[in-house]
């Protein structure tokens, strides 16, 4: 399994565990919101048993490693990728095609017959 695609604590965001700040980073919600859900479904649903299961996480879960991500930029890519990787997929599809258009474009521009390029490159030599 992918280290990018894990469920982590994450210690540096951690109001008490980190368990709520590791789901907001594998779901890409922000951590308040978690945070929200996780004490309204404790007191209005689940009860004592969300408590438990709060903290069998934060000791079951790993600690999310220092470094896992370059940049903001990397870590909202992968978390794109485990909220919907079909959409990603398509995502990056859609890129690639859209360079491989732009390239044949200036391929086509510099293959073509342009007589002031032509001459250009002729004055060069």
């Given at each position: 399994m992918?280290?990018?695609t894990t469920l982590y604590r994450d210690k540096h965001k951690a109001k008490?565990?980190?368990?709520?700040?590791?789901?907001?980073?594998?779901?890409?919600?922000d951590a308040l919101w978690v945070?929200?859900?996780?004490?309204a479904l404790t007191i209005f649903a689940l009860g004592p048993i969300g408590l438990l299961a709060y903290f069998?996480?934060?000791?079951?879960?790993?600690?999310?490693?220092?470094h896992l991500y370059?940049?903001?930029?990397?870590?909202?890519?992968?978390?794109?990728?485990?909220?919907?990787?079909k959409r990603t997929a398509r995502e990056i599809r859609a890129?690639?095609?859209?360079?491989?258009?732009?390239?044949?474009?200036v391929e086509t521009?510099?293959?073509?017959?342009?007589?002031r390029l032509t001459a250009e490159i002729e004055q060069l030599r």
């Open positions: 992918n280290r990018r008490l565990m980190g368990v709520a700040a590791g789901i907001a980073d594998y779901t890409g919600v945070r929200l859900g996780m004490v069998v996480m934060g000791f079951v879960l790993q600690k999310k490693p220092p370059r940049d903001s930029q990397e870590e909202q890519y992968w978390q794109r990728i485990r909220q919907s990787p890129r690639f095609r859209d360079i491989d258009r732009r390239l044949a474009d521009h510099y293959v073509s017959s342009n007589k």
